[in-house]
């Protein structure tokens, strides 16, 4: 994402979520840059260290954007980079069957 923002640092949803109270107060457009040739991104983020499970920050995040219409139909292709490691509840099986 960083070299698609020109090595800009996004804030993650999970951050904008926590520094303003919760992910219902969050517009689409607080989550989502533009970067190289129109490309849009969004970060998930995760619980505070220790704390959690990254799976659940990526979920939230996908819900968050499926519920504020980030799906559009002009969307060329939607990619998940997620971690591989997690290993707290499957999320990326999810998402596989799901998109």
Known sequence: T???LNEKMQMTVM???R???SVEDLEL???LQRGFKGILCAESGGPEPGVG???RGVITAINFLEEEGAYTDDLD???YDVLGDVV???FASRCARTR
Do not use: Y
Request: net charge negative; with cysteine; glycine share 20%.
């Open 2 to 4: 960083r070299l698609i």
């Open 15 to 17: 951050d904008l979520a």
């Open 19 to 21: 520094e303003r109270g």
């Open 29 to 31: 457009e607080d989550v």
């Open 53 to 55: 499970c990254a799976g």
């Open 77 to 79: 292709f939607v990619f």
């Open 88 to 90: 707290c509840g499957g």
